[in-house]
């Protein structure tokens, strides 16, 4: 039995999480993190040092980093077309699926999740928020060109890319900002929500994580 140790909320979790139900691997999750607790103890580094969530014990393997989990997962488990045999097919959409972990997320959390979600709503301010705006919409565009008319990151099959670059777009669409008008980009999203792993996975209010003064 696969056990993922790891809050339900945090956006890096899911991502493992949705890769197991896309997969339909049998798994167990434990809550770990945040209100939870238990990522200091030394059980727990020895499996992901940074004493964040995700960790992930499959039989004698043991991981950290959710991606790394995620194609892990995708390797040993998923098949063709969800996990390209090709690596010449592989390689491009990995390249989108990393670029969205990498670049979209951190702008996506750190100049829009954090000041209205996390952090003391005293210390926001419209230019905070403007900033956060200005950072995302561009990489917002980008997504929007390369996907498309879709369906998919990869055209008519869904892949393992789209666990990466689908999984913030629960936060991207209903954090209350500016967005750009993306046809391409509402649509992926929407085709997204209908999917019973993304909709059990990902839409998950992150309301227990809004700042609480002490
Ligand atoms: N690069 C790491 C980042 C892990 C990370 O930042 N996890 C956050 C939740 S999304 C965390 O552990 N926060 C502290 C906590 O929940 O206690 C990954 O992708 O797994």
């Not at 997969?23 to 770990?32: K, Q, T």
């Not at 499959?58 to 969800?82: K, Q, T, W």
């Not at 996975?201 to 809004?210: A, D, F, G, T």
Request: aromatic content about 12%; glycine content about 8%; proline content about 9%.
């Amino acid at each position: 039995m696969i056990t993922v140790y790891g809050r339900a909320t945090s956006s890096n979790v899911q991502i493992v999480m949705w890769t197991l139900a896309e997969l339909g691997v049998p798994h167990e999750r434990l809550d770990y993190g945040h209100v939870h607790g238990g990522t200091d103890t030394e059980d727990y580094r020895a499996m992901n040092p940074m004493g964040l969530v995700p960790a992930l014990r499959d039989g004698d393997v043991v991981m950290f980093e959710s991606a790394a989990i995620h194609r892990y997962l995708c390797a040993r488990y998923g098949r063709a077309p969800f996990w390209p045999d090709d690596p010449a097919l592989r390689g491009p959409l990995d390249s989108w699926a990393e670029w969205v972990k990498t670049a979209f997320m951190p702008a996506l959390l750190n100049g829009l999740f954090y000041p209205l979600v996390r952090r003391d709503p005293a210390l926001l301010t419209p230019e905070i928020v403007a900033q956060g705006e200005a950072a995302i919409a561009p990489l917002a565009t980008m997504l929007d060109a390369r996907l498309g008319q879709g369906p998919w990151l990869a055209g008519g099959d869904f892949t393992f890319a789209d666990i990466l670059t689908g999984h913030g777009l629960y936060r991207y669409f209903t954090l209350p900002f500016a967005r750009p008008d993306l046809p391409n980009l509402a649509a992926y999203y929407a085709r997204l929500c209908q999917r019973p792993a993304y909709a059990r996975h990902v839409q998950i209010s992150y309301e227990p994580l809004r700042f609480k003064p002490e």
